[in-house]
């Protein structure tokens, strides 16, 4: 099953909108990519462990 993470889920000065969502490999690597290069956060195992524990699985949606 696809997975999402929702930056909306953390509210920051920025108020990031970003919803990113893939297999969970992939949304972690990007989710990580994301965190460090905009939201200021150190590339760390913790970091993408906090992301992991943050998915939810993407529910499809039908025309």
Not at 36 to 58: C, F, M, N, T, Y
């Amino acid at each position: 099953m696809r997975k999402k993470v929702d930056c909306r889920a953390h509210p920051s000065e920025m108020n990031c909108s970003l919803v990113i969502s893939g297999e969970e490999d992939e949304v972690i690597r990007a989710a990580t990519e994301h965190a460090v290069s905009v939201h200021g956060h150190e590339d760390s195992p913790e970091l993408r462990e906090q992301i992991k524990a943050e998915l939810k699985d993407e529910v499809p949606q039908h025309a």
